[in-house]
């Protein structure tokens, strides 16, 4: 029902823009502590100098960007510190999700995980990790929102750019482009069979194996 009730808009010229430069900087097209440069920016996008300076401010806004004294701005790094705080906070919200969505998961929301973890898969192995990562906040989100947790929800989302990037740091390495989707088909298995305990138990080990490899790379 709730893919029915989905109605696409046409993007703007901003939100283009904006879709395109965040990407670029989860992927690490553009390297943190790289600076910004409006004027290629403006050139390799093909828009205005007021649309670049608009989605610069906003990525800033989510802790991509940061501004550098008399150099406008650069791709904010992600330290140590903030790395782990991250996992911390995502293993108690996501657990908790994870857990109350097996409490109250039907039939219908167990078949749309396991459809959105079969188009992750397909995406990684391709190597198509961006777009993977847009399938793999799709699949958080009806988590998160069979489970009643909204406001656990908006928690995540004001992070979500930081957790994309680290999520992406993480998916350059073969072993989780493989383990990851199986430990998210492990989690739907205990979700299905509305075994709670074993659900926050998958999601903890897989934030956790994701964490380590984190910490190597970052």
């Known amino acids: ?13 901003k939100e283009s823009a904006l879709e395109s430069l965040r990407d670029a ?19 390799s996008m093909g828009v205005s100098r007021t649309v670049v300076r608009e989605c610069i401010r906003h990525l800033e806004s989510e802790r991509l ?15 140590e510190d903030e790395v782990k705080e991250i996992y911390e906070i995502r293993t108690m919200l996501e657990c908790s999700a994870v857990q109350a969505c097996a409490e109250k998961a039907d039939k219908a929301v167990v078949a749309e995980l396991r459809n959105l ?4 898969a397909q995406c990684l192995k391709k190597e198509d990790v961006i777009e993977g990562l847009k ?17 656990a929800w908006d928690l ?7 957790i994309s990037r680290l999520r992406a740091l993480t998916l350059s ?3 989780r482009r493989t383990k990851g989707p199986e430990n998210l088909n492990s989690m739907i298995d205990a979700i299905e069979n509305n075994d709670s305990e074993l659900a926050r ?17 970052n």
């Open 1 to 13: 029902m709730s893919n029915m009730l989905k109605v696409s808009r046409p993007k703007t010229l």
């Open 25 to 43: 900087i989860t992927s690490e097209v553009f390297k943190p502590g790289e600076r910004l440069v409006e004027r290629t920016l403006c050139e």
């Open 65 to 79: 960007v940061i501004g550098v004294a008399n150099a406008g701005f650069a791709v904010a790094t992600i330290s």
């Open 117 to 120: 973890r079969k188009e992750i």
């Open 135 to 151: 399938l793999t906040t799709e699949f958080y989100h009806l988590i998160f929102t069979t489970g009643g947790k909204y406001v």
């Open 156 to 162: 995540v989302e004001r992070l979500n750019a930081r």
């Open 173 to 175: 390495t073969a072993e």
């Open 201 to 217: 138990e998958i999601c903890i080990r897989h934030l956790t194996e994701a964490a380590e490899i984190a910490y190597q790379l």
